[in-house]
Antibody
Framework: EVQLVESGGELVQPGGSLRLSCAAS????????MAWVRQPPGRGLEWLGN????????NYVDSVKGRFTFSRENGENSLFLQMNGLRAEDTAVYYC???????????WGQGTLVTVSS | QSALTQPASVSGSPGQSIAISCTGT?????????VSWYQQHPGKAPKLIIY???KRPSGVSNRFSGSKSGNTASLTISGLQADDEANYYC???????FGGGTKLTVL
């Protein structure tokens, strides 16, 4: 059974940092492009970017470029999202997803909530 | 990269068919056959229901179908059921963005 389990979401102050994790199982993680997608409360989905299977290529949407960093540890089947300089508008549920092919996402985690507030 | 445009809401009665449009540009929807659709029930993660414009993942009902004409893709749901009430999002390679989402109400 395929599983993606995010963790690490919590309340953080503006300007703070947070690291999210995504634990994968049930598919060949080391061969898969992976993506992060977020969803602000009551709003739509926003693709944040993706990371190549070997971690050598990372693509970021302009709104997080320079503040967010994707990484992965294939030996542990884990994906990470390091978020720095957090702003109130970063408040959202953060999902990891498998980018199966050409920005089409076949497996999704359950999401983890990040709240940026003082 | 521009967002894809979807209607904010659509509605239909049980048993009817509805269509949701997703309008992009010649640089995304019109250029590639990599349009996908996602169903999201409140409080749940999105679920892939259509990929490569017309294909359904294993386990997805054949009541869901996809098509494309020019820069506009469409999701059609036939034989509406109560459980189809959800938000639907399109996505296309080349845009790097999802559509704004469409709330489907089953009357």
């Amino acid at each position: 059974e395929v599983q993606l389990v995010e963790s690490g979401g919590e309340l953080v102050q503006p300007g703070g940092s947070l690291r999210l994790s995504c634990a994968a199982s049930g598919f060949t993680f080391s061969s898969s492009w992976m993506a992060w997608v977020r969803q602000p409360p009551g709003r739509g989905l926003e693709w944040l970017g993706n990371i190549k299977p070997d971690g050598s290529v990372k693509n970021y949407v302009d709104s997080v470029k320079g503040r967010f960093t994707f990484s992965r540890e294939n030996g542990e089947n884990s994906l990470f999202l390091q978020m720095n300089g957090l702003r109130a508008e970063d408040t959202a549920v953060y999902y990891c997803a498998r980018d199966w092919a050409f920005q089409q996402f076949d497996y999704w985690g359950q999401g983890t909530l990040v709240t940026v507030s003082s | 990269q521009s967002a894809l445009t979807q209607p904010a809401s659509v509605s239909g009665s049980p048993g009817q068919s509805i269509a949701i449009s997703c309008t992009g540009t010649s640089r995304d929807v019109g250029a590639y056959n990599y349009v996908s659709w996602y169903q999201q029930h409140p409080g749940k993660a999105p679920k892939l229901i259509i990929y490569d414009v017309t294909k359904r993942p294993s386990g997805v009902s054949n009541r869901f179908s996809g098509s494309k004409s020019g820069n506009t893709a469409s999701l059609t749901i036939s034989g509406l059921q109560a459980d189809d009430e959800a938000n639907y999002y399109c996505a296309s390679y080349g845009s790097a963005l999802f559509g704004g989402g469409t709330k489907l109400t089953v009357l």
